[in-house]
């Protein structure tokens, strides 16, 4: 029995299931934490010692930056060593943001499909 065929318990017990999967993942979204937006990226600079310093001849120093749009510009800020940690955690939480919020899309648009199914059902049931 193909699953658009189903007996309508099973779309109901589809309908739940689904329903339950999605407020799982809210609840994880409320829990998530800080987010941001932005790439980090490692940047070499030299530094203002040109004379005295390795950097104008060998390796560059290398800082952490954060790229993001704004009014379709890229801004770049500069993240200091001691953010570093929480910035990157703050980026991850933005990718798990992401993420979790297709996948309570994509069960929405699930859960009206199978609605408009059991619909189609119980109409043609009752003609």
């Known amino acids: 029995m193909k699953d658009d065929q189903a007996p309508m318990h099973r779309i109901g017990k589809n309908i739940r299931w689904l329903t339950a999967r999605r407020d799982a993942l809210l609840k994880r979204l409320g829990k998530l934490g800080p987010f ?5 990226v490692l940047i070499g600079r030299t530094c203002g010692n ?6 104008a001849m060998g390796p560059k120093h290398v800082s952490l930056y954060l790229t993001f749009a704004k009014k379709g510009k890229t801004r770049t800020i500069y993240v200091p060593v001691d953010l ?11 990718r798990v943001l ?14 009206i499909r199978r609605h408009v199914q059991e619909r189609s059902r119980r109409r043609d049931r009752t003609d």
């Open 36 to 40: 941001m937006g932005g790439s980090l």
């Open 50 to 55: 040109k004379v005295h310093c390795h950097c």
């Open 84 to 94: 570093e940690s929480e910035v990157r955690r703050w980026s991850q939480n933005h």
């Open 98 to 111: 992401k993420a979790l919020m297709g996948e309570v899309s994509d069960l929405n648009r699930s859960i």
